[in-house]
């Protein structure tokens, strides 16, 4: 690899880099884009176990806003999406999250689903402050157990 990017690599480990990289990855894996940000998030910790509920709130904190940012595309996405709306499987998804309401974004922690969740929380034009109160919660609890987990399952030496 390039000498540069070493050095980025390693100024981006430091503490005071370290919380920025971890939002910044965060807030793009809640978008579209598949990125995960949950290996960022246990190898910050790894390296500086103190900053554990600070990276916590951090990770939670730009998934939530890069969930946000999806759920406004899903809103300005609406009249796109409308000519898709006729098939039976997306009339009966349709119903089911309708039903469910803003608390569906609870489940915008799930792999592969959660994301586009929040685009069609948008799309459905569910509520945003509830949606994002609901997204926050899923979030927090998905960082907060995985990284206790991995922290247990992979404890320091």
Same mark, same amino acid.
């Given at each position: 690899?390039? &000498?540069w990017?070493?050095?980025?690599? &390693? =100024? !981006?480990? $430091?503490?005071?880099y370290?919380?920025?990289t971890?939002?910044?990855?965060?807030? *793009?894996s809640?978008?579209? $884009? /598949?990125?995960?940000?949950e /290996?960022?998030?246990?190898?910050?910790l790894?390296?500086n176990?103190?900053?554990?509920?600070?990276a916590i !709130?951090?990770?939670t904190?730009?998934?939530?806003?890069?969930?946000?940012?999806?759920?406004?595309?899903?809103?300005?996405?609406?009249?796109?999406?409308?000519?898709?709306?006729?098939s039976r499987?997306?009339?009966?998804?349709?119903?089911?999250?309708?039903? !469910?309401? /803003?608390?569906? @974004?609870? $489940?915008?922690w799930l /792999?592969v689903?959660?994301?586009?969740? @929040?685009?069609v &929380?948008?799309?459905?034009?569910f509520?945003?402050?509830? @949606? =994002?109160l609901?997204?926050? *919660?899923?979030?927090?609890?998905?960082? !907060?157990?995985?990284?206790?987990?991995?922290?247990?399952?992979f404890?320091?030496?």
């Open positions: 690899m390039p &000498a990017f070493d050095s980025l690599l &390693a =100024l !981006l480990a $430091l503490p005071e370290g919380l920025s971890l939002f910044t990855v965060s807030f *793009i809640a978008t579209l $884009l /598949p990125l995960g940000s /290996p960022a998030l246990f190898g910050l790894r390296l176990p103190d900053m554990f509920w600070a !709130l951090v990770a904190a730009g998934n939530t806003l890069g969930g946000a940012l999806t759920w406004w595309m899903g809103f300005g996405a609406h009249r796109v999406a409308d000519k898709y709306s006729h499987h997306h009339t009966r998804a349709a119903d089911w999250l309708r039903k !469910l309401g /803003p608390r569906a @974004c609870l $489940l915008s /792999p689903v959660g994301d586009p969740l @929040c685009a &929380a948008g799309w459905l034009r509520p945003f402050w509830p @949606c =994002l609901y997204m926050t *919660i899923g979030k927090f609890l998905r960082y !907060l157990t995985m990284t206790v987990a991995l922290l247990h399952v404890p320091g030496t």
